[in-house]
């Protein structure tokens, strides 16, 4: 008898089956099931877009710097200091074409050196 037990117990021991209604066993939720063809899918990433500081120049920001990609790229730099913003937006217009108007250009840096910089972000 007792050996009829210890084989039987040793058997499943062997075949890796745990039945839930045995003692002592953690029941587990069934795994998912895989994919046949190999195709899966993901869903999309969340996108946010932090608001711009409150200010002076922030409309023309908002409108000029979201042509080509998000204000987001302002918000996701660390703070930068006012020379890189000047240095930044010039980059934009100068190396890719941003059609910024020189008044609108210093009103953007002039936004971005009071909001942006180390200064202004440790509030
Ligand atoms: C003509 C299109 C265009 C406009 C308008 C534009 N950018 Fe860009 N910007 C780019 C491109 C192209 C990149 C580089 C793309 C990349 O790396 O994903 C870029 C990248 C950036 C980066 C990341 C750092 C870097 O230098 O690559 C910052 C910051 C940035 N832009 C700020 C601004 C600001 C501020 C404005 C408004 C003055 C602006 N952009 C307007 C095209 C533009």
């Excluded at 998912?32 to 932090?50: E, I, K, R």
């Excluded at 000047?86 to 953007?108: R, W």
Aim: glycine share 4%.
């Amino acid at each position: 008898m007792l050996v009829a037990t210890c084989t039987a117990v040793f058997a499943q021991f062997q075949s890796g089956s745990y039945g839930s209604k045995k003692a002592n066993s953690i029941d587990q939720t069934a795994p998912d099931q895989m994919s046949s063809d190999g195709n899966f899918a993901v869903a999309s990433f969340p996108s946010f877009t932090p608001e711009l500081a409150e200010g002076e120049g922030r409309a023309e920001t908002e409108s000029f710097c979201a042509m080509c990609h998000s204000t987001r790229y302002i918000t996701m730099q660390p703070p930068l200091p006012a020379a890189t913003w000047e240095t930044e937006v010039n980059k934009m217009i100068k190396t890719f074409g941003a059609p910024i108007p020189d008044a609108s250009a210093k009103k953007i840096i002039s936004y971005l050196e009071t909001h942006y910089t180390p200064e202004a972000r440790k509030q």
